[in-house]
Every structure is written in C-alpha cells, then in structure tokens.
T-cell receptor
Framework: GENVEQHPSTLSVQEGDSAVIKCTYS??????FPWYKQELGKGPQLIID?????GEKKDQRIAVTLNKTAKHFSLHITETQPEDSAVYFC???????????????FGKGTKLSVKP | DTAVSQTPKYLVTQMGNDKSIKCEQN?????MYWYKQDSKKFLKIMFS???????INETVPNRFSPKSPDKAHLNLHINSLELGDSAVYFC?????????????FGQGTRLTVV
C-alpha cells in the first residue's frame, strides 16, 4: 500500500523567512496530493493541493511542487508570519473509481513554529 | 453555520463503557469519513461512507461500528472502550470522487478512557 514520508518533523523559522516541508510517496498510481494545516484544538484544513498532471501550483505565499518521477512533493511558505505556526500534513491518494479504491494516506506531520 | 459538526467535543469515560460520537455535515457532500489522530498527531482513516454505503473499512477493532442514517450524518459507536482508544476522532466530508478531493474536517472529539 501507499506510504507517505514527511520531513522534517519540526521546523522553526524567523518571521519573514521561508519554510519548506518535503514529502515522498511510494505508489506511482497516486494522483492527488493535498496539504492540510492543523491549528491547536482544531481539525485539519486544506491549504493547497496538486494533481499529478501539474508540476507546480501557487496561492499567494504558499506553493507546492510535485516531481512524479522522483515521487516527491514539497510545500513552500514564503514570508512566514506567526499565524503560520501550526502542524502541516501532506497526503497522497489514488483514484477511487476504476477499481483501485483510493485511500488518502497522511504523512506524520511537521510542527512549524514561526518566531516573531 | 458550522460545516462539519461533531458532538461531543470532549468525552471522558471509564474502561468497558459504550459511547457514541455524532457527526453532521451541512455541505451537501456525498462522502463522509472517520479519522483517528493519536497522541503523536498521526492521522489515519477508519471508515468512509459514500451515499450511505460503506466504502472504506480499515483494520479497526470490530468494537467500532459506524452508522450512516443519511448522507448528512455519520455516527461512530464504540463498545467496551479500552485505554488505547484514547485519541482525537475527526469526522470529515467531501464531494466528488472519494479520497480524491478536498476533505472538510470537524473540530474533533477528544476521547479519554480512564
């Protein structure tokens, strides 16, 4: 089955710096790669996602890159702010229709701390 | 209005008891999920229902039984609670291809078994 590895487990940056979180996946059939942000005491919330037919996607200060050949994808946050402090999860899933019965597999999370 | 709401938010109970967690979504989604988040923050799916039909049933003790009375509700019943069941349980929903689109999570239910 799919296995998603996420690094680093903790990341501390100064406000204004960039933060990069990296994930690798094992199943080449995976085609959907979302990133979720979880603030303390809340449920995860999608911040950006990318599909396998796209190499990069950007939304203001957040970008995600995908390298299908190497089976890795990364989250980039520029100009970090204290409110970016949270736990970030990457995930990977295969198509559900067509018999593969896709399952959304999460990485183990990265705790990002942005120091003012 | 909360999109995905779970009740209760906190649940403290003794070993051996039976308890239920309720979930409702008002987004009109056709797929709902239960996830378990352990003390190390690891998120793992337990069950998924699509149009009231069970489509994902991961390796979970049969003490856990989901019930979906309609597309907007997915409840989780747990029998004979054990210490290891202590965790945060999240309900989520999505629209379109299951597992392959954005999932909207509830705020979680922190279950503590003593």
């Amino acid at each position: 089955g799919e296995n998603v590895e996420q690094h680093p487990s903790t990341l501390s940056v100064q406000e204004g710096d960039s933060a990069v979180i990296k994930c690798t996946y094992s199943d080449s059939a995976s085609n959907y790669f979302p990133w979720y942000k979880q603030e303390l005491g809340k449920g995860p919330q999608l911040i950006i996602d990318i599909r396998s037919n796209v190499g990069e996607k950007k939304d203001q200060r957040i970008a995600v890159t995908l390298n299908k050949t190497a089976k890795h994808f990364s989250l980039h946050i520029t100009e970090t702010q204290p409110e970016d402090s949270a736990v970030y999860f990457c995930a990977a899933s295969k198509p559900y229709y067509g018999g593969s019965q896709g399952n959304l597999i999460f990485g183990k999370g990265t705790k990002l701390s942005v120091k003012p | 209005d909360t999109a995905v709401s779970q009740t209760p938010k906190y649940l403290v109970t003794q070993m051996g008891n039976d308890k239920s967690i309720k979930c409702e979504q008002n987004l009109g989604h056709d797929t709902m999920y239960w996830y378990k988040q352990d003390s190390k923050k690891f998120l793992k799916i337990m069950f998924s229902y699509n149009n009231k039909e069970l489509i994902i049933n991961e390796t979970v003790p049969n003490r856990f039984s989901p019930k979906s009375p309609d597309k907007a509700h997915l409840n989780l019943h747990i029998n004979s609670l054990e210490l290891g069941d202590s965790a945060v349980y999240f309900c989520a929903s999505s629209q379109g291809e299951p597992m392959n689109t954005e999932a909207f999570f509830g705020q979680g239910t922190r279950l503590t078994v003593v």
